[in-house]
């Protein structure tokens, strides 16, 4: 694993983009820092430009890199999450313009699959999670639902053997309201 980790990570560090498995759905994804990267990815999914991403970290220690002014209530409720939860902060920082929700808000996911969480520490900076589709259509509940028109434009297939989920479905999606309030957007 730690081969394809290393590779992966300078794939990204070289501003490509790959299709790699994550605790949900296989995802496209890239240095979330990187601009250019992150316009190829809207261009390959035919995306909205106006529509941010939800972006993966390895853990919740680097959430004050990425977000100016975190909920107290985030400290309580990261640690208890039981399955893939992605949370909507304010506040973004550190980040592409675009990337970033036009209310300032930015989602950010803990990741705790293993090869997607060794892979951002590798990287040493958040990668991008977004849903291996075109934009207008249904999200792939496995890899053999990837259209090859998506395969086609990636620059590295993450081989399917480093998947570990059986979950394939998009997180669970949580917006903190203020420092002590929150709001499920999707279950």
Not at 51 to 64: N, V
Not at 69 to 77: C, F, Q, S, V
């Given at each position: 694993?730690?081969?394809?980790i290393?590779?992966?990570?300078?794939?990204?560090?070289?501003?490509?983009?790959?299709?790699?498995?994550?605790?949900?759905?296989?995802?496209?994804?890239?240095?979330?820092?990187?601009?250019?990267?992150?316009?190829?990815?809207?261009?390959?999914?035919?995306?909205?430009?106006?529509?941010?991403?939800?972006?993966?970290?390895?853990?919740?220690?680097?959430?004050?890199?990425?977000v100016?002014?975190?909920?107290?209530?985030?400290?309580?409720?990261?640690?208890?999450?039981?399955?893939?939860?992605?949370?909507?902060?304010?506040?973004?920082?550190?980040?592409?313009?675009?990337?970033?929700?036009?209310?300032?808000t930015?989602?950010?996911?803990?990741?705790?699959?293993?090869?997607?969480?060794?892979?951002?520490?590798?990287?040493?900076?958040?990668?991008?999670?977004?849903?291996?589709?075109?934009?207008?259509?249904?999200?792939?509940?496995t890899?053999?639902?990837?259209?090859?028109?998506?395969?086609?434009?990636?620059?590295?297939?993450?081989?399917?053997?480093?998947?570990?989920?059986?979950?394939?479905?998009?997180?669970?999606?949580?917006?903190?309201?203020?420092?002590?309030?929150?709001?499920?957007?999707?279950?």
């Amino acid at each position: 694993m730690e081969n394809e980790i290393e590779k992966c990570a300078e794939l990204l560090a070289a501003g490509k983009v790959i299709l790699y498995p994550t605790d949900t759905v296989w995802g496209i994804g890239c240095d979330a820092t990187n601009e250019e990267a992150l316009m190829k990815i809207y261009h390959i999914k035919q995306r909205d430009e106006k529509k941010s991403m939800i972006i993966l970290l390895d853990t919740a220690e680097r959430l004050p890199m990425y977000v100016r002014d975190i909920p107290l209530i985030a400290w309580d409720l990261i640690p208890h999450v039981s399955r893939p939860t992605t949370f909507i902060y304010p506040t973004a920082r550190n980040l592409p313009a675009k990337l970033v929700h036009n209310d300032g808000t930015i989602a950010i996911r803990i990741v705790q699959q293993e090869f997607c969480r060794r892979l951002i520490r590798a990287l040493g900076k958040p990668i991008i999670s977004t849903s291996a589709n075109i934009a207008t259509l249904p999200t792939p509940q496995t890899f053999s639902d990837i259209s090859p028109e998506i395969i086609r434009q990636m620059d590295y297939v993450v081989p399917q053997s480093y998947a570990s989920s059986f979950d394939y479905k998009p997180s669970r999606l949580i917006k903190f309201l203020d420092d002590y309030n929150f709001t499920v957007l999707r279950d």
